[in-house]
């Protein structure tokens, strides 16, 4: 008898979960240490230090500044544990683990500090080739998990044996990445950076999904079940597709240009035109039914009345002919149009027929008598679509004149004219339920409109050229899209819109400030730069190079003139805004500079220092006035009074202290927090002090009393960053718990939470006039939010369009199409999206070693040929 041994391995969520006694920022902290040591050893490198603070200076953390020999060794012991179980053995993605796999996501998708400690494992494959299966398995879930993976940088990662099945790794970096054995079916690769990848073995299951058009698609159109859709195409073929599977179920081949297609109502019959000729085919015998001549030009739309009885098609000829599908014969010749027929669409009960014209006009025809019923006038230019509501009552139009006019039907008036588009309007269509109008247009978006108040709900960019037909599925969750790109896109309808951000930086941003006049923002870095952005155009105006170490904080001189920085280099730094230039540096501390604050005449300013201090400095002459001493922790942020006779510190023992500007002695102490105060900031009538803590909470203080007047909780983690509005009614805080909140001074509540950063906000700002609030954050974005709405403001990628500009400025320059690249995949189809991708040298090889770099450059990739002005952002 034989007898195995098995060893008792610990589950999968246990080990994970005991990832949840650190804090998240231990292992990002971690990566940056591995990194900067170059350490391919972590669990020794581990051993062999006693305290983590010897390498973290710059790391205003309680727990990594107490992390000594026995909660390193707690690291130690998860890693060996992840390091030893099969997680880090077997594919993860395999169907074997499919159960295991739902229980686990289920117990960890909601769990941060669990998926934090996931991307950690991901990053470590790039430093450690012992954690490499593991890495993979756990970008594997996240991916699962649906976890916000865009704009990442993944750097050298090693990912092997496992499914990224549609990972959305829009405009992440994974420079020298490796992947092996890994399936990228329906992964949206839109604008990363690809430079010497090393992909081989990769497994991609849709090569032609919805691309298997060689030439412009002048229509999409469901079938009734919602299950599969045709396209007709400049390519002289007809394809069907399955919406599920995105594969092409059958091909008509024509023997001219398909411009025009229709369904019966029961489906059976497909009715399309190609040069001057309707075509009759039976979808269930495969065959063609007719072939119908009535024209003396080429065919532009044709359209099958409700009943299925009648088939009307628009010329170039200029007139409309309308058949009668069982005897085939043509009932009546329309003439009446002065121009190119461009659409032609019945009304729902059949009785009307509408058509748009390149005479600029609409008609409505009686198909009974083929009487013209009446001319609907209005639009400037072209009419090229032409659709009516499915109740009958309303019939929209798009035209070249960029609009889109909605028509009383029974009036025949113009009810609404939309604008929107900045360029020709080519199709429209409403949705089955009515409420919702799409229209596709040559500034290569579809737009979704209310059809009740003509509002914009939606832009859906993606295509690079004109979107020529837009079509719903029967119960309006799909919109499916075809293009002068020769692609077809499916949308699903009920998404919500990308949130955008101003890029630049390499590491985490740690400070923001505005320029007194509100037209610039300045921001500090662990890139060790500092920029200066055009608050108007989101464009980076200069970048400042001096610190040696990560910049902590920037401040604004009250004049504008002057911006003071601090940084982890144990420096202040004084620059000339104006020339981009140092005008001095202040040196005194003897640790991070964490804060830096300018008095309210700007003549001196003050600063707050890991090592104990608060210091007054003459900005004039960059002399140290004086020195208050009474802290026995960090300084974590400094504030002056509105009249500049009281400064506020906030402090790693947990108080406020306010200090008398002119004799440096302490006035009161405010004790209230549980935990390190990470910001003060004085209300604009300096009578009330504002703290955020690493206990959660923002608290409001009596600034003659020294007595706390209110508490607002909401935050889930440490609040890093305050500041009050300008007329100050709203205060906004910043958390770790990576969301801005927006209080009501008065009542304490919360009036607004602001979601969009994927990582720590590290520090907010309001603009002068108080309509804007800026944000930094250890995702290394700067986001500007629109106080009002709630909502971001620019929608801008410096930091590619940068790179592109510098490595080849003729793509960058004339190319219109980079400002409509898709950067959220919203397709109920996974679709492999790469436009704009950036890939310079490396290997993208599948199982078959079939060169996969012609696939990326079809959707939109940039295949670089040299390395120039690639250098590091950072450098």
Known sequence: MWCFDFEDHEDLYGILASSKEFDELVFLTLIQIFKRENILDCIQFLSKIKNLRQYTQDIQHEWITNAGNNKIKRIIEVLNKIKDHDFNQEDYSAEEYQKENENLITNISKNKKIIEYLKFLVHLTALDERFIQCGSNSLYLLVQMKVDLKEQCFENIRIRNTSLIGANLVRCDLSGSEFDNVIISGMSLNQAKLLNCKWRNLRINELRIFNGHRNKVNQVYFFLDGKSFVSFSDDESICSWDVKTGKIKQIIRTKGQVKSGYFSNNNNTLAFSSRKFVYLWNLRTGKQISKKIGHTSAIASICFSSDGATLASGSSDKSISLWDIKTGQLKAKLNGHSHYVMSVNFSPDGITLASGSYDTSIRLWDVMTGQQKAKLDGHSSYVMSVNYSPDGTTLASGSYDKSISLWDVKTRQQKVKINGHSHFVLSVNFSPDGTTLASGSSDNSIRLWDVNSGQQKAKLDGHSSGVYSINFSPDSTILASGSQDKSIRLWDVKTGQYKTKLDGHSYNVNSVNFSPDGTTLASGSHDKSIRLWDVKTGQQIAKLDGHSNYVTSVNYSPDGSILASGSVDKSIRLWDVKVGQQKSKLDGHSNTVNSVNFSPEGTTLASGSSDNSIR????????????????????????????????????????????????????????????????????????????????????????????????????????????????????????RDNSVRLWDVKTGKQKAKLDGHSSYVLSICYSPDGTTLASGSLDNSIRLWDVQTGQQKLSSDNHYKVILTQIQPQIFNNNPCLESVSILLISKQLIFQSQGALILKGEFVNLTGIDLRELFKQRGSYILKNQIGLKKQQD
């Open 616 to 735: 007054l400095w003459n900005v004039i002459t960059g002399q140290q006035i004086s020195l208050l001493i009474g802290r026995s922790r960090i300084v974590y942020s400094v504030s002056f009074s509105p009249d500049g006779t009281t400064l506020a510190s906030g402090s790693g023992d947990n108080s406020i202290r306010l200090w008398d500007f002119k004799t440096g002695q302490q006035i009161s102490k405010l004790i209230g927090h549980s935990e390190p105060v990470y910001s003060v900031n004085f209300s604009p009538d300096g009578t009330t002090l504002a703290s955020g803590s690493g206990d959660n909470s923002t608290r409001l203080w009596d600034v003659k009393t020294g007595q706390q007047k209110a508490k607002l909780d909401g935050h889930s983690n440490s609040v890093n960053s305050i500041c009050y509005s300008p007329d100050g009614t709203t205060l906004a805080s910043g958390s």
